[in-house]
């Protein structure tokens, strides 16, 4: 068999998603308040998380003992509410090494996109490889890949990762591994179930007629017309990873001091609850933001890349 | 067919297992062993004294007398012999509970409270003993729980749950002293944090770069802020409450010049981030009264060795079990965060366990420290053996094996309803010694037990509810750490301290009812320090306090 000559191809390539469906659904989502309010926070978190030196005013691992008159765990200063201005300005107060708060909550916002874009992206290129094989191929190699996926997912995936981090170590790196493979069956699950509904469409028979090579036709073919799910799934899938990222930095497990992480940063002023508070407000409220944000994104997303629910909707 | 034998095999099961239930030992029922009158004294003894510890015998030599003969001359006998670890229960009992390990969950001892139950991950509940020989405890009932969380423990506190509380944590100590419900009990136990190195690793092989960090360090910078008021920053490494604890030379002042100086003649300039060495900083994320906020601490100090020395530090937490284990076997590479609280009132409980030959936790041992802690060790004269700790606390100072940082104070707290609360220097807090008000007392301590057999137990929270239930000879006082009898009534050594008689107190009776005689001590002892004893098996079988206090075991077997 050979590879068909790339002017013979470009009929049927009519059948990948096309501009217009890009502008249908992008017209479907702008339509829906929370998916709005969901990309207007995340744009907001991605700006910060790409201008943090310029809005932090201080350097978040920087102790400030011996810099400003000082306290550790000291409250928030803000002179627009009558802190006195010959104090220095903490909004967020300082953390128990003094450190100010304020700025280390907006570089936890770099910590905590890179982990979530990190880890799907990783899930997704591996689950995706594993799924499409799987659907494509079919037989054995089917039921070798999926029995494995299904081993994964068999366990509860917090429990995973931990398992996954005793064996790899402490650490953010190790944790993000851990998020990513316990990430990866669900991606694969989702794009097998798509190459199998896709592989037996019309145009597909036709490009494999005209003698095109399976990696040709799951690259070119059925991959772009299985993205609407797996873009929404990602989006989703971001929000969990953010949330579980937290959890193991907040035991221990994941990002170690002095990083400005969030779950960190809750983990270790826990005990601080009652005496100060805004240590774990602020980063608790960074999570459940940025979490609210891609989760709003991705069932706004969903609903745009799915014409039954926008009839649904509309009624 | 099947599912017949799979009834059969199932009730089968069953039954086995109500058979094992009904035959399992019950330490509330009637004794399942007999007593063991007095009629022939037993003793224990080591082959010779070439084992290197210093217990050559102990002997019973009459129903109420042992007899100690040491290898070596100990001073601070009295001391130790007051500690929890060395606890008297029925020999009768050792025979019947060791091999099973019972023991480790049902105490069989001579104190004001006995164990009558024990809920693993809630509580441990004491009831007054209707026979104990002294004064009757106020409250019948006394429940022990714990809480790992500061905060979780003061809330108790305000709510009313518990009546007293261990460790309030630093920033909830002006909370308990401006709350009119409550007594803030502050700790006095003398304790030190230290910053450890291991010299066989390198950087820390070159005792310039020891000392180098040790002048590099902001120690008062450290106490100041992540310490309670009433803490101080070391000048030696054992406390001045200490008598010799002191002698020498005080510890470096903090001299940024001099310290980058040493570490560029010493081979580690700075490159051109301006990074000399990069390594780690171990620590377990344990409250203690010596680091009372450990996390901190650990950032504080890779902090200050960044912008103070140009080194990297990375802060690694471990586990508790897996630090010590690692960190006493001088196993970390890199710097380790540790403490400790005094066990008993003399100097040696500080020197000559960290810095003694056979201790490999700074790396290879110092004779230049350790051969004074000997000399010193034998007299018992504090003016006779003064210049031998000038000269070890000295040789400490300039070999740098680890850095000593504060004295931490601690508090405990309780409600203000309790009457005659108090948190003594040595050794836990005596249920039996409050008043709530009521029948039950209940008391909340950082962590769970692991086993209530101390004699083969090193943590805190198991020491304090042993003490609760099984007696020592003597007992140190609520206010200092002078000894005075428990079962013994007195205790006295003759005139070079290697042979120590105790008389014991008569009447007394255990828990399962038994009387107490000087067998009783004889075993219980023997259990401890006779590696070859049938009853050497305790919970994890090394009896620490046995081998470190009396500088090995009787019959060790060799490695």
Known sequence: ?315 | MRGNTLLKLVSLLVLAGLLLAACAPDPTADNPYEEIDYSEGLSVAAASCDYGGKIASIEATDRLTVVFNLCKPDPAFLAKAAFTPFGIQPREYLDYAAASKLILEAPVGTGPYQVTEWERGDHVTFTAFADYWGAAPAAQTAVLRWAAEGSARLVELQAGTADMITNVSPADIATVQGDPNLQLLFNVNPNVFYVGFTNTFAPFDNADVRRAIAMGLDRQRIVDNYYPAGSEVASHFTPCSIPNGCAGDSWYETDLEAANAMLDAAGFPRNDEGVRFTTSIYYRDVFRGYLPEPGLVAVEISNQLRENLGIEAEVVVMESGEFIAQGTQGLLDGIHLLGWGADYPHVTNFLDFHFGSGNPQFGTAHPEIYEALEAAAVLADVAAAEPHYVTANNAIRDLVPMIPIAHGASADAALASVTGAYVPPFGATQFAFLDPGKDTLVFVQNAEPISLYCADETDGESLRPCQQSVETLLEYGQTSGDTSGELATACTGNADSTVWTCTLRDGVTFHDGSSFDANDVVASWAAGIDAASPNHIGNTGTFDYFAYLWDGLINAPTE
């Open chain 1, 1 to 315: 068999m050979t590879t068909p000559a790339a002017e013979t191809l470009p009929a049927i390539s009519q059948a990948a998603p096309s501009n217009s469906l890009l502008r249908l659904t992008m017209r479907r989502l702008f339509r829906q308040r929370n998916a709005i309010i969901g990309a207007t926070i995340l744009a907001f978190l991605i700006l910060v998380a790409i201008f943090a030196p310029a809005l932090a005013p201080y350097d978040p691992t920087l102790s400030l003992l011996d810099i400003e008159p000082v306290t550790i765990r000291q409250e928030p200063c803000i002179h627009l509410f009558g802190c006195p201005e010959d104090q220095a300005q903490h909004i967020m107060g300082l953390d128990g090494n003094a450190r100010d708060q304020f700025s280390r909550v907006i570089f936890g916002t770099r910590i905590s996109l890179f982990i979530g874009f990190s880890t799907v992206g990783l899930a997704i290129i591996i689950g995706t490889l594993l799924g499409a094989v799987a659907g494509y191929a079919g037989g054995w190699l089917d039921n070798v890949i999926m029995r494995l996926m299904d081993v994964l997912l068999a366990f509860p995936s917090f429990l995973l990762a931990i398992a996954i981090i005793t064996v790899l170590g402490r650490g953010l790196q190790n944790a993000l591994y851990a998020i990513a493979i316990v990430n990866i069956p669900h991606f694969a699950r989702l794009i097998r179930a798509s190459v199998l509904s896709i592989k037996e469409q019309e145009f597909v028979a036709a490009t494999r007629a005209l003698g095109a090579s399976p990696v040709w036709i799951l690259m070119k073919r059925i991959l772009p017309n299985a993205l609407p799910p797996l873009i929404v799934q990602a989006t989703l899938s971001i929000a969990g990873a953010i949330l579980e990222a937290a959890a193991l930095s907040f035991l221990g497990l994941g990002a170690q001091e002095p990083a400005s992480e969030w779950g960190t940063m809750l983990g270790r002023e826990r005990g601080q609850v009652f005496t100060a508070p805004y240590l774990v407000f602020y980063p608790g409220f960074a999570i459940m933001l940025t979490v609210l944000a891609f989760n709003l994104l991705g069932d706004g997303l969903r609903d745009a890349m799915d014409p039954r629910l926008s009839q649904v909707s509309k009624r």
